[in-house]
């Protein structure tokens, strides 16, 4: 399974950006896909999941009705469109799978995650 990110970049506050994360190699019909963040010197945390068979999606409270996630199933793709970008949302962000959906108590585990991307800066001034 390969998880490859792109789309980041530096932004001023207020701005939007796009992430990618084109997946291969992925033969689960049912996964969890979710987007996970750290900041210089912090943990790293879950931003927003999608499970691929529902369509079900989760955000972080801090995100919610500024960042979109969603999944592009005939080109394994998935996507975070983020608005209103604030300097607190400066990180690497980091691309993540897992089999199953992602579940109301468990989407937000970063254990869960078997996959991951390496990593596209994003940086807003």
């Known amino acids: 399974v390969q998880l490859v990110e792109s789309g980041g970049g530096s932004v001023q506050a207020g701005g939007s950006l796009r992430l990618s994360c084109a997946a291969s190699?992925?033969?689960?019909?049912?996964?969890?896909m979710a987007w996970f963040r750290q900041a210089l010197g912090k943990e790293r945390e879950v931003v927003a999941a999608v499970s691929s068979s529902t369509g079900s999606t989760y955000y972080a409270d801090s995100v919610k009705g500024r960042f979109t996630i969603s999944q592009d199933t005939t080109k394994n793709t998935l996507y975070l469109q983020m608005n209103e970008l604030k300097p607190e949302d400066t990180a690497i962000y980091y691309c993540a799978a897992d089999a199953g959906v992602c579940g109301t108590g468990r989407w937000y585990q970063r254990t869960r995650y078997g996959y991951w991307g390496q990593g596209t800066q994003v940086t807003v001034s």
């Open positions: 190699g992925y033969t689960y019909s049912d996964k969890c």
